[in-house]
């Protein structure tokens, strides 16, 4: 069975971009969760989406936003990209309803803003 | 405020010295804690998940338990390839979603 999976694997961009990350989860899972570990900080929740909803998201300013497709996989918008944005952007995905307890991660996305 | 800590920030072992990482924890209603290893670079990888207090998880070298307070990783007789950080987090019952990490614990393994 395929994990999940993200894109692009680097991406590299400057000050005041926009960033789009991608993410798409384990067959039949139907929840996506986005994170950021920064170096130092640990893993700080960004966003989860559940059957195409927003259902929570973290303490992170609006320029983050995201949207779930149909087929579930997910994209992460970072706007008006500044220095502190720097990181690994991770996704996890879970089963959706009652059962949806573990989390499983996708690689990651390593963003870096000069 | 739901919070994980865990200790110590890195530990080194002999390979067959056997450890326990410490994952202290306050969450308003447990729905589940969770131990993951990630390595440099890398998604962190599940390993775990334990519900209620005296559970006990087992992969290998590697055992969960669960307190009410705190949860153990023990490992045994590690080896090299056991070389990475292990995350714990937890998940209330609020549903949000989230997990809540402690920042880890980086183990060495040396030969």
């Known amino acids: 069975e395929a994990g999940v999976t993200q894109s692009p694997t680097h991406l590299i961009k400057t000050r005041g971009q926009q960033a789009t990350l991608r993410c798409s989860p384990i067959s039949g899972h139907t929840s996506v969760y986005w994170y950021q570990q920064a170096l130092g900080l640990g893993l700080q929740f960004l966003l989860w989406y559940d059957e195409g909803e927003e259902r929570n998201r973290g303490n992170f300013p609006p320029r983050f936003s995201g949207r779930q497709f149909p087929n579930y996989s997910s994209e992460l918008n970072v706007n008006a990209l500044e220095l502190e944005d720097s990181a690994l952007y991770l996704c996890?995905?879970?089963?959706?309803?009652?059962?949806?307890?573990?989390?499983?991660f996708g690689p990651g996305t390593r963003l870096t803003v000069l | 405020e739901d919070q994980v800590t865990q200790s110590p920030e890195a530990l080194r072992l002999q390979e067959g010295e056997s450890s326990s990482l410490n994952c202290s924890y306050t969450?308003?209603?447990?729905?589940?804690l969770f131990w993951y290893r990630q390595d440099p670079g890398k998604g962190p990888e599940f390993l775990f998940t334990l519900y209620s207090a005296g559970e006990e998880k087992e992969k290998e070298r590697l055992k969960a338990t669960l307190t009410k307070k705190e949860s153990f990783l023990h490992i045994t007789a590690p080896k090299p390839e056991d070389s990475a950080t292990y995350l714990c987090a937890v998940r209330s019952f609020r549903n949000t979603g989230k997990l809540i990490f402690g920042q880890g614990t980086t183990l060495q393994v040396k030969p």
């Open positions: 969450v308003s209603g447990l729905r589940g």
């Open positions: 996890a995905s879970s089963r959706g309803g009652l059962l949806n307890n573990e989390q499983f």
